[in-house]
């Protein structure tokens, strides 16, 4: 009986491995796709489009050319009335399974900005391999000529706007926003987010400022890239920029490194005051002219530079809130985290644009590559 | 046949911890947001208090299950009324339990292959498991459970080093500070597991030490819960984590270190480690489903009733229309017969336990 | 002069008839007839003369009485044994190569030891090389073998069992163990399966192992190798009892744990934090040398979005015109690693480097210019060949080098889920395996705390007792430095 039974199990067992084994509903090897490193996302009259970046692996520009060549990669556009089309019209014209696990940026066309990307970014929710760290960007630019214009040391136009985004947020001097952050504050419905925004400049793709999204996922401006330096102390924990402090007959260059920010909501009677405070270290990096430094000059720097980073700070706040009338420096999470109840109740946008704000900034300078004089 | 308090730890740690860490963080954002550690606390260190019951029973009843130590209590009709119900709960979790991770696994990893193909993989494996007894059960949660806390705390590091503090504020809602303990009772699919004690053997090796070891466990899965939740919120956001079915995956999928070179993307080292969770989650389910059914058929150590259960087991998987009915099922099986299984029983024995204990006393004496 | 009629007569023809290749001395005296029965190939010839038929021929008129006692008493003067007349046993000691001495008034004979058996020399140990550690490893002769352990083992304690095996060969097997160390449950389960091994004949410790081990748990081997003496001694001290089959260069050690496959003896005579990682080390080549191919399958056809974008592409790139599937590529090479491996065995030495250096390079720069097999698979399945050459003790990668297929092909199944239910089917398998009743997986599963980090971290001179899961009657060693 129990031979018969082991018998009878072992059976079953077979015949459960034999009826998987034909399966690997899921194996599909790598070089058998198409793998999309740049997606650009636009609507032009009512039809959306999608223009990709995808690596030529086997393909007879890559067998002429070798590995280094640009011409490793190809453009593939699709269009439709709505995504869903767009994408199945997508898959109609590829070689093979598209692959979006190696894709390296996305952007939308300022067309496709203006009518909202929402739509698009939810559509990523749900798609596994679509990794939501990608960074996001916005052009003014078309999108051929952005797919086209590969730089030199490039082969992917992909690749080489994600290492400039991820080098300048490396250096201090920019922030990043990726499609999962840009998630997290369309989920709260009540802030805007600002994307880095690309443009085509001399035969480059530089970053040439920031697009301004609403709490619908909808463009309403630009900022330019040479008023950033508020917004980057904002966001990014590592910010470096450098101020030129004209001092008597000398220019100095000064290196400020961001430490730290403090911000203080209060909401008496109706009124959202703002308290920001932030600190900074700074390096006398270098002067225009030969010659020590005194302590007086020194602190005279010092000061200019507080009162410059405190009047960037309010420049930045205050156009967030009179121009934009849209909280996209993140304010709302602190005073959520002091005032829940109110800010559920409240219409933040409206709130937050008659704030009162006052902003601190406090620099010290720790080091400095010119001798001073004691 | 019997487990050492270390090996107890990870029986009843990885009862739970797969299925319920994947939904936890849209259950909490969805009903108490930011404040969901309160409530987590609130609830370990109530079922803490019968974990230690069920541990205080057996450890007072030495080398028997609650099988064999009820009858002297309850009589043999109530033994197996009782029986019969942690049966029935823990059918109900195996085909349940099977069913969700064959959900999740459809759902995160490998979207194209069939469920039942999942189900039938993971139940033969855990038959296999199973069918090798306690004592080595006992021994590949072990050495996998050392394993899966390793990865899964470091694996938490990662999102608490990508992730915004700034998420978890505020720290809980003074407005309603009842809330969060009078749900508690709600809790009982999040803690169910500690009542597997019943089924396991406590022998002179496990000392006193145990029922301190049951109430930890339980503690340290109210914080496990917590650590998983808060730092789920850190990388998705209150907000965001109730648009994801498993934020748990999402938050995963977010991380990028760009230091640990080819494991920068935290998904490997995470999906081996839950579906090896999952593994042990359902042997230990189906252990539980198969040692009551044995004791009640007399059939100690019979593969036939291992085989039968798993085989009905998938069946009964297979039964709910979607992902979201067999949750549902399984949320209403713990709310209907775990709260039987975790208090009222235990409860009960304890009581019998003490009169009798009581009565024992007052004819000893001269 | 008494002639009686020789009571051998019948079972010397017998024998004669039944074994041509024994050669027989007769000596006649006044007593009677005294044959000396004898293999020339198992004999000393020249001690056969002295010791024993010359001393008996001048010996044999001297003297009033002469027996079977008084010749081995007063004559002959090697190591003798009498024993009463039985055909049985004069052919058994005629078989293991003793000389047999007749005598027709006698009922009783005598065996004497004058084997010379055809025995290597010791040489150095070809399985388990070491660079510090003592060379002298076993060699088919057990009272060589014996010899030596008895030298480095001076204990009064050290018990040598010694059992015949085989209805044939009649070979000798020695078990070997420290009497108030190893613990007796274990002592007996070893001499009770050896006891009821009923077969034909042993003829090498390979043999053995299958008959000692469970045969539930035939997959996994539950008893190591053992080459050197200085191995079995160290085995012998921690309360393990080793078993020397005759004729065989290789003893048995049990009981083994999974863990003590990947220790070695040089790893004692090395500082201690190397030796924890170098067996840390092995630990991971052997987790590799199984796992590294069914992993490249799970990133290259299932979850090649885990990968960093870098290395999404570079590996397409590799594979771009390659026309195999990732499975069968792995599957193909490690078929091919495994026919290398049976034909490096076998191949003559002098023509083995230039085979290496034909099999392995220029098939395989063929192989990928010819775009058959990618690179990268051929690194990986290279890396997994090395990897499970690692072990001290190969016998561990015997089982693993089948369940690498195995999860191959769970991994081409189901991807990642398929590998990793395989590796915990896997891990199941091996935890239920007891050696002599003690779990496989000990120190680590049982969990003990003291054990498991000394099996990282061991030293002698801090190693003061000895492993809890071999439950020794005793458990001290010492007390390290005084």
């Keep these: 009986m129990k031979k018969t039974f082991r018998n009878s199990l072992s059976i079953l067992l077979a015949a459960c491995i034999l009826l998987t084994l034909p399966g690997c509903w899921d194996s599909l090897d790598i070089e058998t796709r198409d793998i999309m490193t740049a997606l650009i996302v636009d609507k032009k009259g009512g039809e959306c489009y999608f223009y990709t970046e995808v690596a030529n692996l086997s393909g007879k520009k890559s067998q002429q050319n070798g590995d280094q060549s640009k011409d490793n990669f190809s453009i593939l556009t699709s269009e439709g009335k709505t995504f869903s089309e767009a994408r199945d019209d997508y898959n109609r014209k590829t070689v093979n399974q598209v692959f979006l696990g190696a894709s390296r940026i996305l952007i939308f066309t300022n067309r496709m900005a203006d009518d909202g990307i929402e739509e698009y970014l939810n559509r990523l929710r749900g798609q596994l391999d679509y990794r939501k760290t990608i960074p996001l960007s916005t052009t003014f630019d078309e ?169 960037e700070i309010e420049q930045t706040v205050k156009t967030s809130q009179q121009k934009y009338r849209c909280d996209y420096l993140g304010f709302y999470k602190y005073f959520r985290a002091s005032y829940q109840k109110e800010f559920e109740k409240m219409n933040w946008q409206d709130v937050y644009s008659h704030a009162q704000i006052t902003a601190a900034a406090h620099v010290n300078i720790n080091e400095s590559n010119i001798p001073v004089e004691s | 046949m019997s487990l050492t308090n270390r090996q107890l730890f990870f029986f009843v740690f990885l009862f739970t911890i797969p299925f319920v860490t994947s939904m936890l ?154 809330k969060y303990v009078s749900m508690v009772p709600s809790s009982l699919f999040l803690f169910s597991g500690f009542e597997l004690m019943t089924i396991i053997p406590f022998t002179k090796r496990n000392g006193t030490k145990v029922m301190g070891t049951a109430v930890f466990t339980v503690l340290f899965i109210g914080f496990f819960y917590i650590f998983a939740t808060e730092t789920t919120y850190m990388i998705l956001g209150v907000d965001d984590c109730s648009n994801y079915n498993y934020p748990l995956f999402t938050a995963v999928r977010r991380i990028d270190v760009n230091a640990l070179q080819f494991l920068k993307r935290g998904d490997l080292i995470f999906i081996i480690t839950w579906i090896t969770e999952a593994f042990c989650n359902l042997s230990i389910i189906l252990f539980a489903t198969v040692e009551y059914a044995r004791k009640m058929l007399a059939k100690q150590g019979s593969n036939f009733v291992l085989a039968a259960i798993g085989i009905l087991a998938f069946a009964a998987g297979l039964l709910p229309s979607s992902a979201a009915m067999a949750e549902s099922l399984a949320l209403h099986t713990s709310f209907y017969l775990s709260g039987f299984t975790m208090i009222t029983i235990p409860l009960i024995f304890f009581i019998t336990q003490k009169v009798k204990n009581h009565e024992k006393n007052i004819s000893e004496q001269p | 002069m008494i002639i009686r009629k020789n009571p051998y007569r019948e079972i010397l023809s017998g024998v004669e008839a039944q074994c041509s290749d024994i050669s027989k001395k007769i000596i006649k005296c006044e007593f009677g007839e005294i044959t000396v029965l004898f293999i020339r190939q198992l004999t000393d010839m020249e001690l056969l003369f002295n010791q024993i038929v010359k001393p008996i021929m001048t010996q044999a008129g001297s003297v009033d009485r002469l027996n079977a006692d008084i010749i081995a008493c007063r004559i002959v003067s090697t190591e003798i044994s009498i024993y009463k007349m039985d055909r049985n046993m004069i052919v058994e000691n005629l078989m293991n190569g003793m000389t047999v001495i007749l005598l027709s008034w006698d009922k009783n004979f005598l065996s004497a030891n004058i084997r010379s058996v055809a025995k290597k020399s010791i040489d150095s140990p070809e399985l388990f090389y070491t660079i510090r550690g003592p060379k002298d490893c076993f060699t088919e002769n057990l009272d060589i073998n014996l010899s030596l352990i008895r030298y480095r083992m001076k204990d009064p304690e050290l018990k040598i069992n010694l059992l015949r095996v085989g209805r044939r060969t009649k070979s000798r097997v020695a078990v070997v163990y420290i009497n108030d160390i190893a613990n007796e449950t274990i002592v007996n389960d070893v001499l009770q399966r050896i006891n009821a091994i009923d077969t034909d004949g042993i003829i090498a410790s390979g043999e053995l192992q299958s008959f000692l081990q469970n045969r539930r748990s035939v997959f996994f081997p539950q008893v190591g190798l053992v080459e050197r003496s200085d191995m079995a001694c160290t085995g012998l001290l921690e309360g393990k009892i080793v078993i020397i089959a005759e004729g065989s260069g290789i003893a048995l050690i049990a009981p083994k744990t999974l863990a003590e496959f990947l220790w ?17 080390l092995r630990a991971f080549a052997l987790v590799f040398s199984f796992t590294l191919g069914s992993l490249y399958i799970a990133l290259t056809s299932f979850h090649p979005d885990i990968l960093p974008a870098d290395y999404i592409l570079t590996l397409a790139k590799l594979r771009a015109n390659v026309p195999l599937n990732a499975f069968t590529t792995i599957f193909l090479l490690e078929i091919v690693v495994e026919i290398l491996r049976e034909a490096l065995l076998r191949v003559p030495r002098q023509i083995g480097p230039a085979i290496g250096i034909a099999g392995a390079i220029i098939i395989g720069q063929a192989a990928i210019s010819s775009h058959v097999f990618d690179p990268l698979s051929l690194i990986i399945v290279s890396l997994s060949f090395l990897a499970s050459f690692a072990m001290p003790d190969y016998t561990i990668m015997n089982p693993f080098r089948l369940l690498k297929f195995f999860l191959m092909i769970a991994t081409a199944t189901l991807g990642l889920f398929g590998f990793t239910i395989g590796f915990c089917v896997i891990i199941t398998s091996i935890v239920s395996v007891n050696s002599f009743g003690v779990a496989y997986t000990a120190p680590y599963a049982p969990y003990h705390r003291h054990d498991a980090l000394k099996s990282i971290f061991y030293s002698k001179n801090s190693a003061s007792t000895r492993p809890a899961f071999l439950r020794t009657k005793d458990h001290t060693r010492g007390n390290g430095r005084k």
């Excluded at chain 1, 051929?144 to 040391?153: A, C, H, K, R, Y």
């Excluded at chain 1, 201090?172 to 802030?191: I, P, R, Y």
């Excluded at chain 1, 000398?250 to 290196?255: D, E, N, Q, S």
């Design chain 1, 143 to 311: 999108p051929m000529d952005i797919l086209n214009d590969v730089p030199e040391n490039s082969a992917s136009v992909g690749f080489a706007i994600e290492k400039n985004l991820e080098s300048i947020v490396k250096e201090g001097t920019w922030f990043s926003m990726n499609v999962g952050d840009a998630l997290q504050v369309l989920a709260s419905k009540k802030a805007g987010f600002l994307v880095p925004d690309l443009a085509v400049s001399n035969k480059a793709i530089t970053i040439s400022g920031m697009t301004v999204f609403d709490q619908n996922g909808k463009r309403i401006g630009k900022i330019s890239a040479e008023n950033r330096n508020g917004i980057v102390y904002f966001f990014n924990p590592h910010a470096i920029f450098f101020y030129d402090i004209r001092q008597g007959d000398k220019k100095y260059t000064v290196r400020i490194i961001f430490k730290k920010k403090k911000i203080v909501p209060a909401y008496t009677g109706g009124q959202l005051t703002l308290q920001i405070d932030m600190s900074f270290n700074a390096n006398l990096n270098f002067a225009d002219k030969l010659g020590p430094v005194t302590q007086e000059t020194q602190t005279k720097i010092q000061n200019q530079l507080e009162s410059r980073i405190k009047q």
């Design chain 2, 25 to 178: 963080p849209k259950m909490m954002a969805d009903s108490f947001g930011t404040g969901a550690w309160i409530y987590l606390t609130a609830a370990s260190l109530f079922y803490s208090v019968f974990a230690g019951i069920i541990a205080y029973l057996g450890f007072s009843n030495r080398g028997k299950t609650l099988f064999e130590y009820s009858r002297p209590l309850v009589g043999k009709f109530l033994t197996y009324c009782f029986s019969l119900i942690y049966f029935v709960n823990f059918f109900i979790y195996t085909s349940t339990t099977a069913r969700s991770m064959a959900e999740i696994i459809h759902a995160e990893v490998m979207v194209n292959t069939p469920r039942w193909v999942v189900m039938a993989v993971t139940l033969a494996a855990a038959g296999y498991a199973v069918s090798k007894g306690l004592t080595n059960l006992g021994r590949i949660f072990e050495i996998m459970g050392i394993l899966i806390l390793t990865v899964s705390i470091f694996t938490r590091f990662l999102t608490i080093a990508q992730g915004d503090v700034l998420n978890l504020l505020p720290v809980m809602d003074i407005a309603e500070p009842k």
């Design chain 3, 264 to 280: 070695s003896c040089d790893d004692d005579y090395d500082h201690k934090y190397l030796a924890a990682f170098i067996k840390v």
